[in-house]
């Protein structure tokens, strides 16, 4: 018995200092495990450092061409070609690029390496942008904290405020910046750009796409693609250029997608007031144009009013727009139903956010205006359309195809059944594809 008790003593002992041993290992891993996370907080707690800004201009096709090269614009004096009065001075043939696309991208780099992409919107005079970056938002960010968005965003506000550079450019440049910060502190803390703005409303989000063709047959076989793809919106250009002066082809349209949807009506700012009256209520007759777009020229405000109480269909308006101030007296004055900011040209996701949440106040949805660019507009478009609740649709259903879409990432963004995907990588989730990048960046610039 003795000795039997002893042996069952030694094998207890030997399993107890097992069970001691792995117990130790675990707690060992717990504790350093524990480490690790409160390094990550700390980490995360740390200024992030802005040591360098850099801006790029992207262009394509990449053919090497003088900077005024890819402009195209309309003779001076040009007229509309309409019958009587309707024959003026044409104010919606804006400058136009030759089948070029061109974008400037942003660049800010901390003193830890951290590296955050923003995009403005540029189309026609990119350097303009990148030299209001690299000599004036520049140095004012370098040594700052990036962490502090509001705080940088206001500071680069007033920069030219007192001189009356609210619009154009200087707020385009200001969105690029503003979007590289947003990027920085997603890829900081490890979470998509849409959880630090409060977390997503939705898993996806719907989308429409432009539809063209010389023909109104073209046209609507464009239309009938894309419902193909599950897209329930298309949109169109009325009186947008040449070639679109026909309201027979937004019928031709309006018709086909009746059974599956509806179809929004550009015109950038074609037409007087008495024309856009006597235009939208053809449309409300139509009875499926989602929204009548930029009817009026921008400065127009007082009109717009009178345009939305007047028509049926709802009015949009916003892709003109810059800044909240804007937008409060269009709302104010109940002169849209549906307003469509552009991130990359309206003070970027700091100040699109406060106007998609002015617009709520108002009970008016909003739409994100998606433009030429790149896949990284897109995406910071998604990001802030996810995290608001009144967002009803984004433009882009194209935007991932092409030179400047999906194929410049490492992952691409995903779109099913007509509706954009949540990314859910940290930052705006654009991880580039340097040799596709380095294609499309002009090096002269």
């Keep these: 018995m003795p000795h039997h008790s002893a042996a069952f003593t030694r094998r207890a002992l030997f399993g107890s200092a097992v069970g001691v041993g792995a117990a130790a290992l675990t707690q060992s891993r717990a504790r350093a495990e524990a480490g690790r996370e409160r ?6 707690a740390r200024p992030l450092t802005i040591a360098a800004v850099d801006a790029f201009v992207i262009r394509t096709p990449p053919t090497p061409v003088a900077f005024d090269e890819p402009l195209e614009l309309p003779p001076i004096g ?30 800010i780099r901390t003193d830890s390496g951290l590296v955050g992409w923003g995009e403005c919107h540029a189309p026609s005079a990119p350097r303009v942008h990148q030299r209001v970056i690299s000599d004036l938002f520049a140095p004012v960010l370098r040594g700052q904290d990036a962490r502090r968005i509001n705080a940088l965003w206001e500071r680069l506000f007033t920069t030219e405020r007192v001189r009356g550079y609210s619009t154009g450019a200087q707020f385009e440049a200001l969105a690029g910046v503003d979007l590289a910060l947003w990027d920085l502190l997603g890829k900081a803390l490890g979470q998509p750009v849409h959880q630090l703005l409060g977390g997503k409303y939705r898993n996806a989000q719907p989308l429409y796409r432009g539809i063209g063709g010389a023909t109104t047959e073209a046209l ?31 019928t031709a349209v309006a018709e086909f997608m009746k059974p599956h949807g509806q179809v929004a009506v550009d015109s950038l700012g074609a037409f007087k007031l008495y024309e856009a009256i006597q235009a939208g209520r053809h449309f409300d007759r139509l009875g499926n144009i989602g929204w009548f777009e930029d009817a009026l020229q921008a400065d127009d405000q007082p009109a717009y009013p009178i345009l939305a109480e007047s028509l049926e269909t709802p009015v949009c308006v916003g892709e003109m727009l810059n800044n909240r101030f804007q937008f409060r007296d269009l709302l104010a004055s109940r002169g849209a139903d549906v307003i469509n900011p552009d991130v990359c040209r309206a003070g970027g ?24 660019g790149t896949v990284l507009y897109f995406s910071a478009s998604l990001h802030l359309a996810l995290a608001t609740p009144n967002c009803i649709i984004m433009e882009g259903g194209r935007k991932l195809e092409g030179p400047l879409g999906n194929a410049l990432v490492r992952t691409p963004l995903r779109i099913e059944n007509g509706a954009a995907v949540a990314p859910d990588a940290p930052g705006f989730g654009i991880d580039w594809n340097e040799t596709a990048l380095a294609r499309v960046t002009v090096n002269d610039a």
């Design 349 to 372: 996701i700091t100040e699109c956010q406060r106007i998609a949440a002015l617009a709520d106040a108002f009970n008016v949805p909003w739409s994100p205006h998606v433009s030429t």
């Design 78 to 107: 040009d007229m509309t070609g309409g019958v009587g009065i309707w024959n003026r001075i044409d104010h919606a043939s804006p400058t136009r690029f030759k089948s070029f696309e061109q974008a400037v991208l942003v660049r």
């Design 220 to 250: 609507v076989a464009d239309a009938k693609a894309a419902v193909g793809t599950g897209m329930q919106m298309v949109k169109m250009g009325y009186r947008k250029g040449k070639g679109s002066e026909g309201i027979d082809r937004v």
């Design 39 to 44: 390094q990550e907080r700390l980490d995360a």
